[in-house]
């Protein structure tokens, strides 16, 4: 089977566990929950729940423990989703293909629903506790969870991202951005799967560097993708960073600096994952795959 053949499958796979806790749209909330599941059930490639359960396997992995967090990086990435949507930040119509939550259940439902699915991503990860007896792995993803997507990690990102809009930035302030806004989410799974498997503290922290190399590179790549693909082929607007006066890689280093960047950060990755002494040659793919997205 081949690298495409197989991420079909797993996508599918994860796909299901998703699903599996979505909230329910019952009650006097049930427009919250619709417009919650609307916005999860808009596609995706799925990256972060796949890397998860990918660095899970690859350290030997073999319960369904990792299940509630896959769903919850995915709630709290498509929550972050939602509010980069939103008229204060992007203004944008389109997300995967798809109108934006905010268009689709006006702007307070669109705030809300991001809300909700960030609290909901921690009561998901939470079940995880009734899925194994290792109360303390399941304790320190928790941590490497919440540190990873709060004001040191994600939403730290996106705040200095979003107060900076239209300035003139340094690479030393791109850098923070792309660190904390991007690459601290795909940090998270690749360490929350290898906790969760009793990987030691060193092999979590290749890990870790595996996840910021990898996510500063996912970040250049979206800035090349920007200015050189269509909206068709990316399901969301293109050209949305000079819309929005944003510097990007590609401001700073020119379009084939920025390659180059993203080409060598990837490298450095890979190098690393090889470094390890246990193997998952679907995750090596899976990363490599990130590089080679239509430019």
């Known amino acids: 089977m081949n690298f495409e053949d197989k991420l079909a499958v797993k996508t599918a796979e994860t796909e299901k566990i998703l699903e599996s806790y979505l909230p329910e749209e019952t009650g006097f909330a049930a427009r919250l929950a619709e417009a919650m599941n609307y ?70 439902l669109g705030v809300l629903s ?34 990873k997507t709060g004001i040191h990690g994600m939403l730290g990102g996106q705040s200095v991202d979003v107060m900076n809009d239209g300035k003139v930035l340094s690479r030393e302030m791109l850098d923070y951005i792309y660190e904390h806004k991007t690459s601290r989410l795909i940090e998270a799974p690749l360490m929350i799967g290898a906790v969760l498997a009793g990987a030691d503290e060193k092999e979590v922290k290749t890990m870790e560097r595996i996840g910021y190399l990898t996510g500063i590179a996912f970040q250049i790549e979206d800035d090349i993708l920007d200015i050189t693909s269509t909206a068709e082929e990316l399901g969301k607007p293109i050209h949305s960073d000079e819309k929005n006066h944003k510097v990007t890689y590609v401001t ?43 430019r």
């Open 252 to 294: 700073l280093r020119g379009l084939e600096g920025a390659k180059e960047d993203a080409r060598s950060m990837t490298d450095e990755a890979m190098k690393l994952l090889d470094s390890l002494p246990v193997r998952n040659v679907f995750l090596q793919e899976l990363l490599e795959s990130l590089i080679g997205r239509k």
């Open 114 to 147: 991001g809300d909700a699915l960030l609290n909901f991503a921690y009561e998901t990860a939470m079940q995880a506790f009734s899925l194994s007896e290792d109360t303390g792995r399941i304790a320190q993803a928790l941590m490497i969870l919440a540190e």
């Open 39 to 108: 916005s999860m059930r808009a596609g995706g490639k799925r990256l972060r729940p796949l890397f998860l359960k990918e660095a899970y396997l690859l350290f030997g992995g073999e319960e369904k423990v990792c299940e509630p967090f896959m769903a919850a990086i995915e709630m709290i990435h498509t929550h972050s989703l939602i509010h980069d949507d939103l008229p204060a930040i992007d203004n944008d119509d389109l997300r995967r293909g798809k109108p934006t939550t905010h268009k689709m259940y006006g702007e307070a």
